[in-house]
């Protein structure tokens, strides 16, 4: 998989330094960008450590509004400040700052960017903001997200770190995905219809008789408009259910040692629907968008 932006631990700083990069992050107008970077990469650096209490010093200290100035400049810090926030997001103190910051907005305006590493780290804090959290996903959704991971998605599928992460903020939108997608392997399935494309993702590591799987459909209905659809499927055994059912009848249970080789059956338990016109007729559909 590609590796891209994949975060990469900073050189060690000293303890005392981060207070001091933070108060300097936060009267950046008197710095010039040389002199700034440095500092963001302290931040950075312990943002990767996950060190505790960081969240509540980077809220407290007030730089978020200051960080989603840097990002609406589009400057040489653009990229390494989309990284920092998508390393910090990943609290929820720094999460529930985010709209009103204007770390929101700006990360939204980023979307339109051609920088496939400014993507990923920009569609990453969009997925950590919005996750499990119903009033950012409708923030998210009010500015217009959808449409633009849909269209950063179609554009670089051959770039699956991006991909994963554009997959994974869509699910956490519909309010179906998960805080750290990484453990998610995603593979584009058949085409079912024209204009339809899908999505799925299963855990790199399953455990015991059944995993979940998540699908994501794509389907454009007419020029530029698209709907997608976000599905949470159990994968289970066939014998599986056999012996439940085995078990409600009073018959035995059979010997699971070739559960490997059995058939899948797939159950779908989770699905949500929203912004769909009521014409469309789509079994889990999520998000109705304009691109």
């Known amino acids: 998989m590609d590796k891209m932006g994949a975060s990469r631990p900073l050189p060690n700083v000293p303890k005392d330094s981060l207070s001091a990069a933070i108060e300097a992050i936060s009267v950046s107008t008197e710095l010039v960008e040389e002199e700034l970077k440095p500092y963001l990469d302290t931040v950075l650096n312990v943002a990767i450590e996950r060190k505790k209490g960081l969240s509540e010093q980077v809220v407290e200290s007030g730089i978020l509004p200051v960080l989603a100035q840097i990002l609406r400049r589009k400057s040489m810090l653009t ?21 009103e910051t204007g770390i929101v907005s700006a990360l939204v305006t980023l979307l339109l960017s051609q920088d496939q590493d400014l993507l990923l780290h920009v569609s990453q804090a969009i997925a950590r903001i919005c996750y499990d959290s119903n009033l950012q996903q409708e ?151 304009l691109l």
């Open 79 to 99: 990229t390494h400040t989309a990284r920092l926030v998508a390393e910090l997001a990943r609290d929820a103190p720094v999460r529930e700052q985010c709209f």
């Open 139 to 289: 923030r998210f959704l009010r500015l217009g997200a959808v449409p633009r991971l849909v269209s950063v998605l179609l554009q670089h599928t051959e770039n699956e770190a991006l991909l994963s992460s554009c997959l994974l903020a869509l699910c956490n939108l519909a309010d179906m995905g998960e805080e750290d997608g990484s453990m998610l392997s995603w593979e584009e399935g058949a085409y079912f219809g024209e204009g339809e494309r899908v999505f799925r993702g299963t855990s790199r590591y399953s455990f015991g008789f059944s995993s979940a799987v998540t699908v994501v459909r794509l389907k454009q209905w007419t020029n530029g408009q698209y709907s997608v659809a976000v599905e949470v499927l159990q994968r289970c055994s066939t014998m599986v259910w056999g012996a439940k059912n085995g078990h409600q009848n009073g018959h035995r249970l059979p010997n699971f040692a070739h559960l490997g080789s059995c058939p899948k059956l797939y159950k779908v338990i989770k699905c949500s629907v929203k912004n769909i016109p009521r014409n469309r007729n789509l079994r889990a559909a999520v998000l109705h968008t």
